[in-house]
C-alpha cells in the first residue's frame, strides 16, 4: 500500500537555486494539496488541487508553482529559493466519495533547507 | 486571534495515565473536526473523525466535540509509550470550498 509518495526525502539547496518536489498517490483521489510544516506554525496549505489540470492557491503560495496533468501527480516547483522557504513539505490527497469522512492521507515529508 | 488554538505542550505523562488535549476555536462554521498523530520525521495520520457535536470512541481513545463552546478534545486512556507523538487537531466547513485549518500541535511523551 504505497499511499502518497514524496520525493526527494532531504534537500539542501542553495539561495536562487530551483527544484521540485515530487508527489504521486495511487489512492485515484481527486483531491491533492501541498502543505508546508514550521516549528509552532502548524501546517499552512501551499496549494491545492481538485483535480487533473485544476490548480488553486492555499494560504502561502507566494514563491511556489504547481501543476496537475495526472490523477495521480502534484509535483511542487520552488523557481528561486529563498532562506524563508526551508521547512518540512507534506503531500496530500484525499477523495470525495461519499463516506470517506474528508480524510486527508499524508506522505512522509520531504525536508527542505534552504542556504 | 488565530482560528484554532493548540497548547504546544510538551505534555509529560506516566505510563497508564489518561491524557486530555484540547483544542479551541473561533469558526462557528466548522463542522468536522479530527485529530492527527504525527510521530518524529513522519507524515500525519487520521486518528478520529467526528462530524458536528458528541463523542466518538475508538479502543482507547475517544474524542469529543463541544460546538457551544467551540472546544474539542482527545482523551486517551491507559497511555503507552507508544502514544508518545504530537497530536494535531484539525477542522473545517461544509462543502469543498472549506479547507481544513490546523491547530499547531501538542507534543505528548508518554514515560515508562
Known amino acids: 500500500n504505497a499511499g502518497v509518495t514524496q520525493t526527494p526525502k532531504f534537500r539542501i539547496l542553495k539561495i536562487g537555486q530551483s527544484m521540485t518536489l515530487q508527489c504521486t498517490q495511487d489512492m485515484n483521489h481527486n483531491y491533492m494539496y501541498w502543505y508546508r510544516q514550521d516549528p509552532g506554525m502548524g501546517l499552512k496549505l501551499i496549494y491545492y488541487s481538485v483535480g487533473a489540470g485544476i490548480t488553486d492557491k492555499g494560504e502561502v503560495p507566494n514563491g511556489y508553482n504547481v501543476s496537475r496533468s495526472t490523477t495521480e501527480d502534484f509535483p511542487l516547483r520552488l523557481e528561486l529559493a529563498a532562506p524563508s522557504q526551508t521547512s518540512v513539505y507534506f503531500c496530500?490527497?484525499?477523495?470525495?466519495?461519499?463516506?470517506?469522512?474528508?480524510?486527508?492521507?499524508f506522505g512522509e515529508g520531504s525536508w527542505l533547507t534552504v542556504v | 486571534q488565530k482560528e484554532v488554538e493548540q497548547d504546544p505542550g510538551p505534555l509529560s505523562v506516566p505510563e497508564g495515565a489518561i491524557v486530555s488535549l484540547n483544542c479551541t476555536y473561533s469558526?462557528?462554521?466548522?463542522?468536522?473536526f479530527m485529530w492527527y498523530r504525527q510521530y518524529s520525521r513522519k507524515g500525519p495520520e487520521l486518528l478520529m473523525y467526528?462530524?458536528?457535536?458528541g463523542n466518538k470512541e475508538d479502543g482507547r481513545f475517544t474524542a469529543q466535540v463541544d460546538k457551544s463552546s467551540k472546544y474539542i478534545s482527545l482523551f486517551i486512556r491507559d497511555s503507552q509509550p507508544s502514544d508518545s507523538a504530537t497530536y494535531l487537531c484539525?477542522?473545517?466547513?461544509?462543502?469543498?470550498?472549506?479547507?481544513?485549518?490546523f491547530g499547531t500541535g501538542t507534543r505528548l511523551q508518554v514515560t515508562l
Open positions: 469558526n462557528s462554521a466548522f463542522q468536522y
Open positions: 484539525a477542522m473545517k466547513g461544509i462543502g469543498t470550498a472549506s479547507k481544513l485549518t
Open positions: 496530500a490527497s484525499s477523495s470525495l466519495r461519499r463516506g470517506s469522512g474528508n480524510t486527508i492521507y
Open positions: 467526528t462530524y458536528s457535536s
